[in-house]
């Protein structure tokens, strides 16, 4: 099990610190759909403030002080606070870009897909969820564990591959495999 007091800067010449911060993707993703206020949704995403983090952590990986793998995490989610704070006062600060004035494209495009999506439509996203769960319950143990981790549970290919004792390269292997037998069982259904 790799040790969590490892320093993660380019001072060890065997850690990438760009595939170490993508590593947090998901995670800055949930610190930022929880702090961003629905109304600031419609002005910005998620997932733009998580590329602004990570582009920021990268300009200035020189000024992290820390020394685990729990500090570059809460460097991290510093960050990305400040990013939704300034993000709030930017759009907070002029009448022209009030939140109040705006429509959620999210919420407006649920609206017309409601208003306009015919009885077939629904239908077959129906058969299609069915065809897709059905695979997934046909799947092995091992393959429908792999794609919860790393799908519903959001885990990283390192720590599933801690999980089962193996390289993050090769839980990385074993969740691609596990992708292709369920593409391959719902083909085999259509």
């Not at 040790?3 to 060890?12: F, G, I, L, V």
């Not at 582009?55 to 960050?79: D, N, P, Y």
Request: aromatic share 4%; charged share 30%.
């Amino acid at each position: 099990m790799p040790s969590t007091t490892t320093k993660p800067t380019p001072a060890d010449p065997s850690l990438d610190m760009a595939k170490i911060l993508e590593s947090y993707r998901a995670y800055l993703g949930t610190i930022a759909d929880e702090a961003l206020d629905p109304a600031l949704k419609a002005k910005v995403g998620a997932s733009d403030l998580v590329q602004e983090t990570l582009m920021a952590a990268c300009r200035h990986v020189g000024s992290f002080q820390g020394e685990t793998r729990k500090e570059l995490k809460g460097w991290l989610r510093g960050i990305m606070l400040n990013l939704v704070s300034d993000t709030r006062k930017h759009f907070r600060g002029t009448q022209k870009r009030r939140i109040d004035r705006e429509i959620s494209l999210g919420a407006a495009d649920t609206q017309i897909a409601d208003a306009t999506t015919s009885i077939e439509t629904r239908q077959a996203r129906r058969e299609r969820d069915e065809v897709l769960e059905d695979a997934v319950s046909r799947l092995p143990e091992h393959h429908r564990r792999i794609l919860q981790w790393h799908i519903r549970d959001d885990w990283t290919f390192a720590r599933i591959g801690q999980e089962l004792a193996i390289t993050e390269g090769a839980a990385r292997k074993q969740w691609a495999r596990a992708l292709l037998h369920l593409r391959r069982l719902m083909e085999s259904k259509s």
